[in-house]
């Protein structure tokens, strides 16, 4: 056994030293019987006395080490071919084969697996092992199960200083990968320590991340190519942009110049529809939109400045922060700004000023989330301050929908990509919200708290069942959805477009009242400025009214002086007079 610890001392600390001897016993105290005791004896009977037959055995607790696994691949090839045949060269390949088949060994090797094979199929072609039985019969109402969500998985950011996990991107082929771009985007909270790397993760492996991508800055969004799943963009924190190939390792295949890139972070990038895949766009807090293409990364191949004056002055831009692009609208797309407004745009107007088309004012803080329905595109969902609002494009002074104001703020949102009527929210005090409009429009049908600390974003995988939605410190939980939440009900898009249309008609009934009741109030104030402008003529001056006014004041003065004077002239009077009075009476006396 290891010696842990070693006491030393002198002996002379010890003390006096003990010295023992022999000697017989001794007697010092004997306590005789006393029979009177007896009587405050009480026998005990009967006298149980348990005991425990089974081992004594003490508890013990042990943490063993994690166990992290790893993902490897293996890239098979064509092989079997003699050493002396080399299977790149055609000709050598054909040869072989010719040499192979006229075997007689290999013909009837072929003959009999052939009999084999031909028994198999036409074994398959008589039964159907798929056929769904039953599929006509429609499922009860009552089975269907309560609107729930489960936690699957929880991805930690596994550097020491945690970041926040800013944008979420689902694999397009299966999404059986998520990448995650981490950043601080508290202002000047950034430490040197600092990691700059974001992660791809297997989502069935929450020990290591599959990949690691290492930009220059901090990686606030992060988008998979749908057309390519090797190719990933990034926005950066110091406004560059990144794209990544995942054959080709780790680092940015190519970057922006920093001279043509943005000024602020880049809070959204989205992929175009286009014929070559390579085509994107951008937005920023600086008040540009900047398009891309991932062939020319040098400079950007088109650019607006978000000025709603229509001037182009980039002072007056306002700041982007978060971007929408619908693929069946390939001219539109829609910024939600840091103003609390959202600018509807037209990408080949004719001019500058024409691009931005129009703006929907409502909330009161910056628009962290904007995206149209899916199944109606022109309804879209916005998610600021304290609500969700669901817009018309047909409406632009409010919106036809809304949710009640939170006590705490909204951080992100999306539409299920299955369902028409049913949107998700997360919020800052980490609650995931789950809203079906067809069911409850007042209060969230399922309210999920995910995590202690504040949700930051939000992504739904293609098929509606299973989400991912990022924390403040980091962590990436992967819920799965209850197939309730996920699964098309009957008649649903039938309902949801009557809602919309009633929400629209009705708000464009509220409108007009509201233009009425403007103009009926222009009208008469117009009314009261002729009404004023004719009396200028017959009323006097405030020049002349104050004039008037000193006179009168003045006069008053002058004859409150006067009074005084007079009342003075009296008194003295009376006084003289009584002073010839009493001396008149002295004479006579």
Not at 169 to 181: E, N
Not at 338 to 360: H, W
Not at 382 to 397: F, G, N, P, Q, Y
Not at 461 to 478: I, K, V
């Amino acid at each position: 056994m290891e010696i842990v610890y070693v006491y030393t001392k002198k002996r002379s600390e010890f003390g006096r030293q003990c010295n023992f001897s022999d000697r017989p016993a001794e007697l010092h105290v004997d306590i005789l019987p006393d029979p009177s005791q007896m009587d405050n004896y009480i026998e005990r009977n009967p006298c149980d006395n348990p005991t425990q037959c089974a081992q004594e055995m003490s508890e013990h607790e042990v943490n063993t080490e994690r166990f992290q696994t790893e993902t490897r691949g293996i890239n098979h090839v064509e092989g079997g071919w003699p050493k002396d045949v080399n299977p790149q060269e055609m000709e050598q390949t054909i040869r072989y084969r010719k040499k192979v088949e006229k075997d007689e060994n290999y013909i009837n090797t072929v003959l009999q697996l052939g009999s084999l094979m031909e028994h198999c199929i036409k074994q398959n072609n008589a039964i159907d092992i798929y056929q769904q039985y039953f599929e006509e019969e429609e499922v009860s109402e009552s089975a269907e199960e309560q609107p729930s969500a489960k936690t699957i998985n929880v991805f930690r950011d596994p550097n020491e200083i945690k970041r926040t996990a800013t944008g979420l991107s689902w694999h397009p082929d299966g999404a059986k990968k998520l990448a995650v771009a981490y950043s601080s985007l508290e202002f000047q909270r950034a430490t040197k320590d600092m990691s700059f790397d974001s992660y791809i993760w297997d989502i069935e492996n929450p020990d290591k991340p599959e990949m690691t991508l290492k930009p220059v800055s901090p990686l606030v969004c992060l988008e998979y190519n749908p057309k390519d799943s090797h190719i990933l963009i990034g926005g950066c924190y110091n406004g560059q942009i990144a794209y990544w190939d995942t054959r080709k390792g780790s680092q940015p295949v190519e970057m922006s110049t920093i001279e043509h890139s943005h000024r602020d972070p880049v809070y959204k990038v989205i992929w175009l529809q286009s014929k070559t895949g390579t085509d994107y766009f951008s937005a920023s807090t600086d008040g540009n939109v900047l398009w891309w293409d991932i062939r020319k990364m040098s400079e950007p191949t088109e650019r607006l400045i978000l000025d709603p004056s229509k001037k182009g002055n980039l002072d007056n831009a306002l700041g982007a922060i978060s971007l929408e692009f619908e693929t069946t609208m390939p001219t539109k797309f829609m910024v939600g700004t840091e103003q609390g407004q959202v600018v509807s745009c037209n990408r080949k107007a004719k001019t500058p000023a024409e691009k931005i088309v129009c703006t929907y004012s409502g909330h009161h803080g910056p628009i962290y989330a904007l995206q149209r329905n899916p199944f109606f595109p022109k309804n879209f969902l916005t998610v600021a301050d304290w609500t969700a609002r669901i817009w018309s494009e047909e409406i632009k002074e409010s919106s036809i929908m809304w949710t009640k104001y939170h006590m705490t703020y909204l951080t992100d949102g999306c539409w299920s990509p299955v369902r028409p009527a049913v949107f998700f929210t997360t919020r800052m005090d980490g609650t995931l919200d789950v809203w079906d409009l067809l069911f409850k429009q007042n209060d969230p049908t399922l309210s999920l708290k995910v995590c202690d600390e504040s949700l930051y974003s939000l992504r739904l995988q293609d098929n509606g069942r299973f989400l991912a939605c990022g924390s403040q410190l980091g962590t990436t939980t992967l819920l799965e959805i209850s197939p309730g939440l996920c699964t098309l009900q009957r008649n649903e898009k039938a309902l949801a477009t009557a809602m919309f249309e009633r929400e629209t008609k009705r708000e464009k009934i509220l409108e007009a009242r509201h233009r009425e009741m403007r103009l009926k109030e222009r009208s008469r104030s117009e009314q009261g400025k002729e009404e004023e402008t004719k009396d200028v003529d017959t009323e006097e001056s405030s020049e002349d009214l104050v004039a008037r006014a000193e006179k009168e004041f003045f006069e008053v003065v002058e004859f409150e002086l006067k009074k005084r004077e007079r009342e003075e002239e009296k008194s003295q009077s009376k006084a003289d007079k009584e002073k010839e009075i009493s001396e008149e009476k002295e004479a006579e006396d």
